[in-house]
């Protein structure tokens, strides 16, 4: 079955360490998307990227770092830098270029809480 | 500034049909989609709009104004599993890969 999937689905880390959330897509999609979503807010964009090997910081960038070495997966990691952390961390994915009805899917999510 | 408001709570019952209304004020438009979302699960797509006027599909219509910056979400013949939170979310012009702008979400609860 096509869809995209999201290691592991809680997570849980100690102040000061880096942890990295897994993102993997078997449809296809050339562009993928991390959000970030936090209780009463809506989702915001943190990092996306519409081609391998190339990515563009979104309005959340802080504190976190991507990578896209292969079209079906796009990691992100959570640095020690990212001051409030604990959230659900969605990644998404879509076919481009951009076409009437192109909706974005999404993974199940990983709830990411530092102790 | 971009800007996408929706009531945080709504409250309807068992068969009727509630309106979780939408209003956005964004630099770009390409298009609206509503999204639904249950509790710590992903956000499952509803609907597109990008052209005024009213999608129908099944129990779920919605509705879009590009004039007024409005759209909405009609849902009808409510069952107990249409509890969810409904997201509102404007994608954006611009060369941030057809970016979703979202509202914060609305809190649905279906009452017997």
């Known amino acids: 079955d096509g869809g995209i999937t999201q290691s592991p689905k809680y997570l849980f880390r100690k102040e000061g360490q880096n942890v990295t959330l897994s993102c993997e897509q078997n449809?296809?999609?050339?562009?993928m998307y991390w959000y970030r979503q936090d209780p009463g807010q809506g989702l915001r964009l943190i990092y996306y990227s519409q081609i391998v090997n190339d990515f563009q910081k979104g309005d959340i960038a802080e504190g976190y770092s991507v990578s896209r070495e292969k079209k079906e997966s796009f990691p992100l990691t959570v640095t020690s830098a990212q001051k409030n952390p604990t959230a659900f961390y969605l990644c998404a994915s879509r076919r481009l270029p951009a076409g009437p009805n192109n909706e974005q899917f999404f993974g199940p999510g990983t709830r990411l809480t530092v102790l | 500034g971009q800007n996408i408001d929706q009531p945080t709570e709504m409250t309807a019952t068992e068969g009727a049909i509630v309106q979780i209304n939408c209003t956005y004020q964004t630099s770009g438009f390409n298009g609206l989609f509503w999204y639904q979302q249950h509790a710590g699960e992903a956000p499952t797509f509803l609907s597109y709009?990008?052209?005024?006027g009213l999608e129908e599909k099944g129990r779920f219509s919605s509705f879009l104004s590009r004039s007024k910056g409005y759209s909405y979400l009609l849902l009808k013949e409510l069952q107990m599993k249409d509890s969810a939170s409904y997201l509102c979310a404007v994608r954006d012009l611009g060369n941030q890969g057809g970016k979703l702008i979202f509202g914060q979400g609305t809190e649905l609860s279906v009452k017997p």
């Open positions: 709009n990008v052209l005024d």
């Open positions: 449809l296809n999609h050339d562009a």
